[in-house]
């Protein structure tokens, strides 16, 4: 017993010592938390463990559990990346956001009457001006957008969709769950791959309350398929008196390749139009819902609403990012990323590529294109470059596992061994930090 390597492991006051950390309990507990790593690791390896690099854990994990989530600066050309936070906020509305998170503001308050007023008072203008819909409601995503449409229109009736759009969103949430939660009786018409107007028409019926329309977003289907034009889906469901309702994901506000706008939609005469407001649009996570006034009225005058209003902070951010919308366009993140032009993206890659060589670390730009992610624009690839690295005598595996352990991380892809960054998602202003990251990892 006197030679397992556990018995050898440092004690908590020991660990203490060595990264010179206070004895509170958030320290304490996380150094228990290494240790019973350790242990844990032991009993398969038997190999011992240094107290120097046990401390070096320490560190890190002391780096990682600070007040907030840790920064990622993103080096995979994804734009929208689900995982690490999807759309990341302008100057401006993280601006917006803080200034609303730091203090009071009018959030329900009319300041010319004194009197107490609503919080979508502060979006309701920007999205009829930007939509051209009559009138609008924000709560806390897309899918509690689609969520509350059902509940308030179309509860305990038939609601109309075809077999090709009963999609599954992130998070293995599907389309068919959120109807049923809504207590909507789903009725599937068409195929997979090929669904007519007729086929919607002969599924109405006395207890049908809607037609709704699911934008695939995140998937492709080609060849053989058809699909009931929007206008003609409306003028459909109008006929019937049925309410129209037009789930489009990500929701695209201004024009952009392979990706319905949402003023078309209504124009098209869909009554409800829903969308997300951290994805194609670029701003916090909401959930938009734009239409007809006596629709969308139905829809805030619900009880369930108040579950799923969005808080002050994002509504100052997503009114930002509106504003924006319609008058700078251009300094919208995740505008800039998906329209960015492979000349200044080889720039950028260059310019990384200098502050590389400076530190000792040679690479090259390669051609590599980018995707919008987040379930938006499937099957476009954005043309661009990207920096390759040959890490060895490193492995390349381990390399971009290491570069996300630090108190920044920084996400590489792997690709036939090298290294590979993309600039589209990093920000210019920080590519000799990104170097310093990759320096340090690679050369040490």
């Not at 309701?124 to 709560?139: I, K, M, N």
């Amino acid at each position: 017993m006197t030679d397992d390597p556990r018995r050898q492991l440092p004690s908590v006051t020991r660990l203490l010592e060595l990264t010179s950390l206070p004895a509170n309990r958030l320290w304490v507990s996380l150094i228990e938390a290494e240790l019973a790593q350790a242990r844990a690791t032991l009993t398969k390896t038997h190999e011992p463990i240094a107290e120097s690099e046990l401390a070096r854990r320490v560190q890190q994990a002391v780096a990682r559990s600070g007040p907030g989530l840790t920064e990622i600066l993103n080096g995979t050309g994804v734009v929208i990346h689900t995982n690490i936070g999807r759309a990341p906020l302008s100057e401006r509305a993280a601006a917006m956001a803080a200034r609303a998170a730091l203090g009071y503001s009018d959030l329900e308050f009319d300041l010319l009457s004194g009197h107490r007023s609503s919080r979508q008072d502060h979006l309701q203008s920007l999205l009829t001006l930007l939509t051209g819909a009559e009138a609008a409601v924000v709560v806390n995503n897309n899918a509690a957008a689609v969520f509350l449409a059902l509940i308030t229109l179309t509860q305990g009736r038939q609601v109309v969709i075809s077999r090709g759009e009963l999609v599954e969103i992130g998070g293995s949430f599907r389309v068919p769950d959120i109807m049923a939660a809504s207590g909507t009786e789903l009725v599937e018409v068409g195929t997979t791959n090929r669904t007519r107007l007729a086929d919607y028409e002969r599924a109405i019926g006395p207890n049908t309350a809607a037609l709704l329309r699911v934008h695939p977003s995140n998937f492709q289907i080609r060849g053989f398929t058809e699909q009931a034009d929007p206008l003609a889906l409306a003028q459909l469901a109008h006929t019937h008196h049925l309410v129209m309702i037009d789930d489009l994901g990500s929701g695209s506000l201004l024009p952009l390749p392979a990706e319905p706008d949402v003023a078309s939609r209504v124009r098209q005469g869909a009554d409800v139009v829903t969308f997300s407001g951290d994805k194609l649009l670029g701003g916090p996570q909401a959930g938009i819902a734009v239409g007809r006034l006596t629709v969308i009225d139905q829809m805030k005058r619900h009880p369930l609403y108040r579950a799923l209003r969005p808080d002050k902070m994002t509504l100052a951010a997503l009114r930002a990012t509106l504003w924006q919308t319609l008058v700078e366009p251009d300094q919208i993140p995740v505008r800039q990323m998906v329209t960015a032009d492979p000349g200044a993206l080889r720039r950028q890659a260059k310019r990384l590529i200098a502050h590389l060589k400076r530190r000792g670390v040679q690479a090259s730009v390669r051609p590599k294109g980018g995707v919008a992610g987040g379930g938006s624009m499937p099957d476009v690839e954005l043309p661009g470059v990207a920096v390759a690295i040959d890490p060895r005598p490193k492995s390349a595996s381990a390399v971009q596992a290491e570069l996300r352990q630090g108190a920044v991380a920084l996400l590489v892809q792997v690709e036939g061994g090298m290294i590979v960054v993309d600039v589209r998602t990093l920000p210019a202003q920080r590519l000799a930090e990104v170097a310093e990251i990759l320096a340090r990892c690679l050369l040490n």
